[in-house]
């Protein structure tokens, strides 16, 4: 009786380990798959806005010429597992067969002991299906299975017929695995925190910008501006403050408790969670402090010297901490150039940004426009922006000649020809609009690099000044910052 029960009990539980009987797991399954039975996804879903990322996403899940599964990479909270909610409401809308669409959220203890394919016969079970063919299987959290990669690549080549997405907050282990693992069988798309544009998107307020054009240099180009600055720049505030994460922008009640919703849900699992169990850290307490230190110095230069000697940790633990946090996309670092753009031999300085300003809310408190923190955070804010662009060689310009020091906030370096392509400096005053000979170091570094004109930003000044043979354009802030996220979807999108 003892041996019957026995071998019942490994039939019904699909592994030798496993503790859970096989109809309890399919009854999770139908819940994960309400549209089995309704073909509606769950209201909570559905009533939210997409991100504009959807039309660029949504492709990638359809595209079944090429035998590739979709990895969905990210930070914790932009929206990854809304994302593909919405995709499949597109798949329900254009009638592809409810049956013909998995969900499974892999973060679930339910099916810890189970391998994908363990899961997929499960859901061909509960829908009596023969096989896979022309079915979108949508795994969440993937990185909740020990070696994921390894078991995905083997779907893909063993069910050439169904289309695997797959996503995941765990973003350094992501990132790791993909690159060790998979080569030829995954496409990685990257959902970043939102751009300003999304935010505007997402607060219904499209009503404050318009399609206009400004001058730069001697061209008139296209440009997004807006019919009410003071409007617009509250909201960027608003934004520098809360605006990184769909769901704290939408819900002033998380926007009243940042710390406990950001910190331990988003910095907290990524420190003390994810990082650790990647890469083996043991202090994580150590790393935890070393963040907070950056994030409250975003957007200043660092030496390896002076950081550690500030943070009391050795120089190569930082270097190691670094990588970790940009894997983990938390931070960005950027690399200095000299005033003609080359790189220097030996990188003894740098700057370092937080990925999204409002994580600095987060541990600290919102900032008000007058805040000294004010000039930081814009520029974290708008290289947040540019960072959605890939193999984009952005660095900033520091330079020593003589007694006089330079510095220009954000250059784009074109590696090929080994050249600044342009430079802008981010300001949050109206000081320079009024006195743009203070420019010194744009100016000189214009001259430097045969440049007739750069871009420059204010509180909510527009407009062209000339100095010499120069020409500066003259944007707020929030204009500009609105309108790199607004080209960069455009480019991905064309």
């Known amino acids: 009786m003892f041996i019957f029960t026995y071998f019942v009990i490994i039939k019904d539980f699909m592994s030798i380990s496993s503790l859970i009987p096989t109809e309890k797991i399919v009854e999770r399954l139908r819940y994960e798959n309400p549209w089995w039975l309704n073909k509606q996804i769950p209201e909570a879903y559905s009533s939210m806005a997409k991100r504009l990322y959807f039309s660029l996403f949504y492709p990638y899940v359809i595209e079944k010429s090429v035998r590739r599964a979709l990895v969905l990479m990210g930070p914790r909270r932009v929206g990854k597992t809304v994302m593909l909610f919405h995709s499949i409401h597109q798949l329900l809308t254009e009638n592809v067969n409810p049956h013909k669409i998995f969900f499974i959220g892999i973060d679930n203890p339910i099916y810890v002991h189970l391998s994908l394919e363990d899961i997929l016969n499960l859901c061909k079970q509960s829908l009596n299906q023969s096989n896979l063919n022309d079915c979108f299987v949508f ?13 995905l690549k083997v779907l893909v080549d063993s069910y050439p017929e169904t ?60 440009y997004c501006l807006t019919h009410d600055i003071k409007a617009l720049n509250k909201e960027f505030v608003h934004y520098l403050n809360f605006g990184g994460y769909p769901e704290v922008v939408l819900s002033e009640k998380i926007q009243s408790d ?13 420190l003390l969670r994810d ?33 550690s000697k500030e943070s009391g ?5 930082l270097k190691k901490y670094l990588e970790y946090l940009e894997a983990a996309f938390l931070i960005k670092v950027l690399n200095k150039v000299d005033v003609n753009a080359k790189r220097l031999k030996r990188v003894t300085s740098f700057k370092v940004y937080l990925t999204n300003p ?3 809310t987060a541990l600290f408190s919102p900032i008000i426009e007058t805040d000294n923190e004010m000039g930081n955070m814009v520029e974290t804010a708008v290289l947040s922006q540019w960072m959605h662009r890939e193999k984009l060689d952005l660095t900033y310009a520091r330079w020593k000649e003589g007694r006089s020091e330079g510095e220009v906030d954000l250059v784009l370096v074109d590696d090929k020809k080994y050249r600044p392509v342009w430079g802008v400096e981010i300001k949050w005053s109206n000081r320079y609009f009024d006195k743009p000979n203070e420019l010194k170091s744009l100016i000189h570094f214009c001259k430097s690099n045969n440049f007739k004109q750069a871009l420059v930003t204010s509180i909510n000044q527009s407009g ?16 500009y910052s609105y309108n790199i996220g ?6 991905k999108t064309n």
């Open 464 to 479: 062209v000044k000339q100095i010499d043979n120069l020409v500066f354009s003259f944007l707020p802030a929030s204009v």
């Open 358 to 360: 409002s994580l600095r």
């Open 139 to 151: 795994f969440d959290e993937i990185q909740y299975l020990k070696d994921w990669e390894r078991h």
């Open 258 to 270: 940042m710390g406990r919703y950001v910190k331990s849900d988003i910095v907290d699992k990524v």
């Open 275 to 307: 990082l650790p169990s990647l890469y083996g850290i043991k202090d994580v307490q150590e790393l935890n402090r070393f963040f907070t230190y950056i994030a409250y110095n975003t957007g200043n230069e660092f030496s390896y010297e002076t950081m």
């Open 313 to 317: 940790i050795q120089k190569e633990t």
């Open 486 to 491: 607004d080209i960069t979807l455009k480019m």
């Open 163 to 222: 289309k695997f997405i797959v996503s995941g907050s765990a973003a350094a282990a992501l990132k790791w695995h993909n690159t060790e693992s998979g080569a030829g069988r995954f496409t990685h798309f990257m959902l970043p925190p939102l751009t300003f544009q999304e935010y505007i998107h997402l607060k219904n307020m499209n009503h404050l910008m318009y399609n206009g054009k400004i001058n730069y240099g001697d061209n008139q180009i296209p």
